[in-house]
C-alpha cells in the first residue's frame, strides 16, 4: 500500500501538462482532538493520493492543517470525502485567488506535534476561548476606530510584500515571537482597546486570540479566514479594500496580487519591488527580494560569494556542502548581511 509520494516533482509536473485539466489550489485549517493522527494522516493519504490531491498538509493531535492542490473536476468528490469526517463537515475552504496547476508538485500529508508551531504550552490556557470571528465589511469597519489596533500576525518576509493600511507589522521570524511582543506593546490598553489581528488564512490568529484573552485582553477579534477570504468578499460584495500589495504564499506561487501597490523594495537596489525568490546556490537557499535587473546581474544570488559558489560544477558545490548541515538552520528569510536594502 503506497503511503508516501514516489514521484520528483519534474514527474509530476509532466504529469500534470500531460493530463490538461485546470487545477485547484486552496487552504483550510480546523482545531479538533485527534486520537492517533498517524492512522488519521494514513487514511487521508491513500484517500487523496487517489483522487490526485497535491499539496503539504500536517496532521497533529490538535487538529490538521491544509494546504493543496487538486484537479477541478474533482472538487466535489474531494469535498464529499471531507464531509464524511465529523469535524471537516461544512469546513471553510479558502479558495486561492491566483490558481497555477503546478502550485504543489508532491502530496505531503505529515505527522506533526503541532498544526503551528507556535511554541506555546496549551494546557496553561483554553484554546477554544478565541477571538470573535469578523467578516470582511466588519473587519472594515472596525479597522476605522480609532479604539482598534491592528496587528498583523505574520512574519516580516510576508507582510514586507502585503499587509493592511495602518497595521502593526512585527519585524519577526516566527509567530511565537511576535506574541510576546504584541503583549508588551499594548499592555496598557488591554481593556480600553480592540485588538484585531489577521494572518493568511486564519489558522495564526485562532491560537492568538485564545492566548491573548487568556492574557488579560478583554476586546478581542480576528478576520475570518485571513486575508483570503476577506480578498474574495471584497470582491463579492464590492467592498473597499484595505489591502496593500500582495499576500504572500507558502507554494511555488509564493505570492497573490491583491491591489496594485507595491510596497516593498529590491535588496540588492532597493528599488521598488515585491517578488519573492530564492538563493541560485543550493547550499545557500535565501529567500528574499531581487528585482528583473538585479536577477540578470547576480545570476539569481544573493551575493557574489554565492553567485561563485554556483558558477561551479555541481560535484564541487556538492563538497562544499558536506558538513554544513541544513541551510534553513543557517540562513533566515530575507536576513543576510549581504542585503543592503532589507
Not at 537557499?285 to 560569494?305: A, G, P, R, V, Y
Request: net charge negative; hydrophobic share 35%.
Amino acid at each position: 500500500m503506497q503511503l508516501y509520494n514516489k514521484l520528483s516533482a519534474k514527474e509530476r509536473a509532466e504529469l500534470i501538462d500531460k493530463a490538461g485539466k485546470n487545477r485547484l489550489t486552496l487552504s483550510f485549517y480546523q482545531y479538533a482532538k485527534i486520537g492517533n493522527p498517524q492512522i488519521f494522516r494514513d487514511h487521508l493519504f491513500i484517500t487523496w493520493n487517489s483522487l490526485d490531491v497535491l499539496g503539504r498538509i500536517y496532521v497533529a493531535h490538535e487538529g490538521i492543517n491544509g494546504q493543496l492542490s487538486l484537479p477541478a473536476d474533482r472538487f466535489n468528490e474531494f469535498k464529499t470525502h471531507l464531509d464524511t469526517i465529523s469535524f471537516l463537515k461544512d469546513i471553510r475552504l479558502n479558495v486561492a485567488i491566483e490558481q497555477d496547476n503546478k502550485s504543489f508538485l508532491k502530496l505531503k500529508v505529515k505527522v506533526r506535534n503541532k498544526i503551528v508551531a507556535d511554541g506555546l504550552n496549551d494546557d496553561t490556557f483554553d484554546v477554544t476561548n478565541k477571538g470573535v470571528h469578523v467578516g470582511a465589511e466588519a473587519f472594515n469597519e472596525l479597522i476605522e476606530d480609532e479604539k482598534t489596533v491592528l496587528v498583523d500576525m505574520r512574519n516580516h518576509y510576508e507582510s514586507e510584500i502585503g499587509h493592511f493600511k495602518n497595521a502593526i507589522t512585527p519585524d519577526v521570524d516566527t509567530f511565537r515571537e511576535s506574541l510576546d511582543i504584541i503583549e508588551d506593546d499594548l499592555k496598557p490598553h488591554k481593556e480600553d482597546k480592540n485588538l484585531v489581528m489577521y494572518c493568511t488564512g486564519g489558522i495564526r490568529c485562532e491560537k492568538a486570540s485564545a492566548y491573548f484573552k487568556h492574557k488579560g485582553f478583554k476586546n478581542v477579534y480576528q478576520l475570518e479566514g485571513g486575508i483570503i477570504e476577506y480578498t474574495r468578499q471584497v470582491k463579492e460584495e464590492n467592498l473597499e479594500n484595505k489591502f496593500l500589495g500582495q499576500n504572500f504564499v507558502f507554494d511555488d506561487r509564493r505570492a497573490e496580487r491583491i491591489s496594485d501597490d507595491v510596497i516593498a523594495n529590491c535588496h540588492q537596489c532597493g528599488n521598488p519591488f515585491d517578488v519573492h525568490t530564492n538563493c541560485a546556490n543550493a547550499a545557500c537557499h535565501l529567500l528574499f527580494i531581487q528585482c528583473d535587473s538585479c536577477k540578470e546581474n547576480m545570476e539569481n544570488c544573493c551575493s557574489t560569494e554565492c553567485m561563485e559558489i554556483n558558477r561551479l560544477p555541481y560535484e564541487a558545490q556538492k563538497e562544499l556542502r558536506k558538513g554544513q548541515g541544513n541551510s534553513n538552520d543557517i540562513f533566515k528569510k530575507g536576513r543576510s548581511e549581504s542585503l543592503k536594502f532589507k
